[in-house]
């Protein structure tokens, strides 16, 4: 499954250490074609919805006033052809165009722009941490297999790693709540004396440590199993021959070997950080796209729906396609596969 | 003869791994536990307790003798949500797995079994399911369900369809890698047909896998029952662990300081999914040799 480890011996035929325009352009299109894909399913989903389309996107639904809904036909090309009602949603798609949302109001591709950030800083954040400490717990578990400190970490993990992000942050607020240490809902407190960066700050506790303990358990499994395949590596035996400390090969020797599959998961497993973040968000009422998919569906508010599904699998496409161009100048193994 | 002993000692030796197994056993001990609850839900608590109109108990009490988990707002005795949410909660986990495995077998073959362009479609549809987040397009699917079926079967499906790409993907190498061997070969060179290869060569052999990877799959789709029901997807006329944990959150069990009304569900949520990941990952390790050494 870590592909390319196994390709040790083989030789490099590449000097360079950028990816050639070829294997560049082949990711690109292959994350054009998923986000194409993307676009299709939104619209064709969408448009088998039962019953009269138009009722589901209008305000009120069933009770919409007619002018109102043979405007919203005319809009979303329910007189037309399929074909030339979906070469107008591409179009409206390509310009920035996703509809307008009921509940909130707005142009979608306003609302979303404006619950972006918050999201980004958060799950980034969460991310960050759940990277460097994943991969320092993973990594020590793994060196010595079987000590009490794996024993301890591992089981902790898989515990973390079997309970739904929401579900931790629930058992967090019905505990903490009554003493009201940190904030438990939302992103600033407009009464606060704190300057207003630390008060973001201090509301991001919570939510960043829920994400963050979930996404280490994941972390520190798959750097550990990383570890573990490593451990018996040659090179290993050769550095501790040199005399080194055990310590040091580890650091040195086994960890940036490990690291670089461990990478690949972790990028992989962007879909995971965003059902966590629609989760998270939604228990601590954090003003990002993840409360927004969950106000959304009370509605249910289908153009935002829509747009909300295209925003995080555009992410999740881009974090792909920035793995695997990191890849192959970070690895030396990839370039060579 | 030879041949059925020797296959019979083969299937035999897993098992008796697995009994072997402390991790594997504990996990299969606390399933069976759960499974028994679940079917016998109706004997442990009657049913009645689960109507709001009906319930006769303190409102959001602590837990005490008379109510061992506490009770919800309206009197309800959580004990009682939790025993008869296992029905829903293992229903929905097992039935759309079954769809995700069968979804997974079936195109994970038939992508590494034919090349060329059908091959490479179906390769290209696996991997757009593996990179999209499950959890909005999960949303999306369960919105636009046709409001004419039932709940319940609609989130079975909506879970089936979302999360079958990574055992394709599994069985896909399996099956590049049994398709290279010589005894396909020699079934192509004496003219078997693409169903016999698939089915009388490749299936038997990544069925082992497949087997293994269920297990998780499972606790994949209990982690999306829960996740989904807590969203306001769910059947809202049954009671799943899932929903009584969006009740808790919505009716102000975080407001009441009510950590009974969270922890009961919560504790059996994770019990069940551990579980079944502890049963997947002894599988693992004994159907795949590679794993050995490792704990």
Same mark, same amino acid.
């Given at each position: 499954m870590t592909g390319p480890s196994s390709g040790a011996g083989a030789v490099t035929r590449r000097p360079s250490r950028l990816p050639s325009p070829l294997f560049v352009l082949r990711k690109l299109g292959s994350a054009l074609l998923m986000l194409a894909f993307v676009v299709v399913v939104n619209f064709f989903l969408f448009r088998v919805l039962p019953g009269d389309p138009a009722k589901a996107f209008a305000p009120r639904g069933r009770n919409a006033d007619p002018e109102a809904l043979r405007e919203l036909r005319e809009r979303l090309g329910l007189n037309d052809h399929w074909t030339v009602a979906f070469g107008k949603y591409v179009e409206s798609v390509l310009s920035g165009d996703l509809g307008v949302s009921f509940s909130q109001h707005a142009e979608v591709t306003d609302v979303i722009m404006e619950r972006l950030w918050p999201t980004v800083?958060?799950?980034?954040?969460?991310?960050?941490?759940?990277?460097?400490?994943?991969?320092?717990?993973?990594?020590?578990?793994?060196?010595?297999?079987?000590?009490?400190?794996?024993?301890?970490?591992?089981?902790?993990?898989?515990?973390?790693?079997?309970?739904?992000?929401?579900?931790?942050?629930?058992?967090?607020l019905v505990f903490l709540n009554r003493y009201g240490i940190f904030p438990t809902r939302g992103m600033n407190d407009p009464r606060s004396t704190l300057p207003a960066w630390l008060d973001v700050l201090w509301h991001m506790v919570l939510p960043v440590t829920v994400l963050a303990v979930v996404y280490?358990?994941?972390?520190?499994?798959?750097?550990?199993?990383?570890?573990?395949?490593?451990r018996r590596a040659d090179y290993l035996t050769t550095a501790r021959a040199k005399g080194l400390r055990d310590d040091l090969v580890m650091r040195r020797h086994a960890m940036p070997n490990a690291l670089l599959p461990s990478m690949t998961l972790f990028f992989l497993s962007m879909g995971f950080v965003v059902a966590g973040a629609i989760t998270v968000e939604t228990v601590f009422s954090w003003p990002g796209l993840g409360r927004l998919t969950y106000d959304a569906l009370r509605g249910p508010d289908i153009p935002l729906l829509q747009g909300l599904f295209l925003v995080f699998s555009a992410g999740v496409i881009i974090m792909n396609l920035v793995a695997d161009l990191l890849m192959p100048v970070l690895d030396p193994r990839v370039r060579a596969s | 003869m030879s041949a059925p002993a020797a296959a019979s000692r083969r299937r035999s030796s897993p098992w008796r791994a697995f009994l072997r197994d402390r991790e594997g056993m504990s996990g299969l001990i606390v399933l069976t536990l759960f499974g028994l609850v679940a079917i016998f839900a109706s004997l442990l608590a009657d049913p009645a307790g689960l109507e709001v109109t009906k319930a006769d108990g303190p409102l959001a009490a602590a837990p005490s003798w008379d109510y061992p988990l506490g009770t919800d707002h309206a009197g309800r005795s959580v004990l009682t949500m939790v025993i008869h949410g296992s029905q829903v909660t293992l229903l929905v986990g097992l039935a759309a797995t079954v769809?995700?495995?069968?979804?997974?077998?079936?195109?994970?073959?038939?992508?590494?079994? !034919?090349?060329?362009? !059908?091959?490479?479609?179906?390769?290209? !549809?696996?991997?757009? !399911?593996?990179?999209?987040?499950?959890?909005?397009?999960?949303?999306v699917l369960a919105t636009v369900f046709p409001p004419d079926v039932p709940k319940l079967i609609a989130v079975i499906i909506v879970i089936g369809v979302t999360s079958w790409s990574g055992t394709a993907r599994l069985v896909r190498a399996q099956t590049m890698a049994i398709e290279a061997r010589p005894y396909l070969e020699r079934a192509r060179a004496l003219g078997g047909g693409h169903w016999h290869q698939m089915s009388r060569h490749v299936l038997p052999n990544v069925m082992p896998l497949v087997l293994a990877n269920t297990t998780l799959t499972v606790s994949i789709a209990i982690i999306a029952e829960t996740t989904l029901s807590f969203l306001g997807l769910g059947d809202p006329l049954r009671v799943s662990w899932g929903r009584v944990l969006d009740e808790a959150y919505a009716l102000g069990a975080i407001d009441r300081g009510a950590w009974w009304w969270v922890l009961g569900p919560g504790v059996a949520v994770v019990l069940v999914v551990r579980a079944f990941n502890m049963c997947g990952r002894a599988l693992e390790r004994i159907l795949d040799p590679r794993l050995e050494g490792r704990s």
């Open positions: 800083l958060l799950s980034g954040t969460a991310l960050v941490i759940a990277a460097v400490l994943g991969v320092w717990l993973g990594a020590r578990a793994g060196w010595r297999q079987g000590s009490r400190f794996d024993k301890l970490s591992s089981n902790a993990a898989v515990t973390f790693y079997s309970m739904p992000e929401w579900l931790l942050g629930l058992v967090l280490v358990a994941e972390y520190s499994l798959i750097m550990r199993s990383s570890i573990l395949d490593e | 769809i995700s495995m069968l979804l997974g077998t079936l195109i994970g073959i038939a992508s590494g079994h !034919f090349s060329g362009l !059908f091959g490479g479609a179906l390769n290209r !549809f696996t991997e757009w !399911f593996l990179v999209i987040p499950y959890l909005p397009l999960a949303i």
